[in-house]
């Protein structure tokens, strides 16, 4: 995202997962949804934060690096895939 569209008023979220247990984990994101904090509530929660937020719902997925011998292909992780997938 350019510099000059950063824009505060915008949220951001994408769900990563649902748990059985019924916790949603999602990437909640301010201005720019590539900058984006991992959370974890409950479904009440959730649709309640979500309201309170005025978010737009992400439907892809995020993207990770194109090259994975890229010098930054090491950084392109969330916590999700840390607890649910073996890095190298």
Known sequence: ???????????????????????????FAIGDP???AELVMPRAAFDEFCASNRVEL?????????????????FHWNLHQATHQRFR
């Open 1 to 27: 995202m350019a510099t000059g569209d950063f824009d505060t008023t915008r949220r951001f979220v994408r769900v990563l997962h649902t748990l059985p247990n019924g916790l949603i984990e999602f990437e």
């Open 34 to 36: 590539d900058i984006a």
């Open 58 to 74: 992400l439907s892809t997925p995020k993207a990770g690096p194109l090259d994975a011998d890229a010098a930054d292909a090491d």
